[in-house]
């Protein structure tokens, strides 16, 4: 299930994500290896042309928006480390500022 803002209705990134998609960009701080399918998901998805990105995006919405901002925007590297340190922060703290209610 895909969590999406209603400000928005962009995807919420989660914390595993933010942390899989910053691994596969390099960064090793705060990026945490993914599994072996995730990896070669974002690696498909890096090789993907346009009309296959869109049949990921409509599968993975989360990974690929991740993706795609770190990929295509200059400052989606440091939106996504954002995201991974409010969440570690909130962790440290015993915070759950993203519990969800299901209606």
Same mark, same amino acid.
């Given at each position: 299930? *895909?969590?999406?803002?209603?400000? *928005? &209705?962009?995807?919420? @990134?989660?914390?595993?994500?933010?942390?899989?998609?910053? =691994?596969?960009?390099?960064? *090793?701080?705060?990026?945490?290896?993914?599994?072996?399918? *995730?990896?070669?998901?974002?690696?498909?998805?890096?090789?993907?042309?346009? &009309?296959?990105?869109?049949?990921?995006? $409509?599968? =993975?919405?989360?990974?690929?928006?991740? =993706?795609?901002?770190?990929?295509?925007?200059? #400052?989606?590297? &440091? #939106?996504?480390?954002?995201? $991974?340190? &409010?969440?570690?922060? $909130?962790?440290?703290?015993?915070?759950?500022?993203?519990? @969800?209610?299901?209606?």
């Amino acid at each position: 299930m *895909t969590i999406t803002s209603k400000a *928005t &209705d962009r995807p919420v @990134v989660s914390l595993d994500v933010a942390r899989a998609v910053l =691994w596969h960009f390099g960064d *090793t701080n705060l990026g945490q290896e993914p599994g072996h399918f *995730t990896s070669r998901l974002l690696m498909l998805a890096s090789a993907a042309d346009e &009309d296959n990105l869109a049949k990921l995006r $409509a599968e =993975w919405p989360e990974l690929i928006y991740a =993706w795609e901002s770190v990929a295509r925007k200059p #400052w989606g590297l &440091d #939106w996504l480390r954002g995201i $991974a340190k &409010d969440y570690l922060d $909130a962790r440290e703290l015993g915070l759950d500022f993203f519990m @969800v209610e299901e209606s």
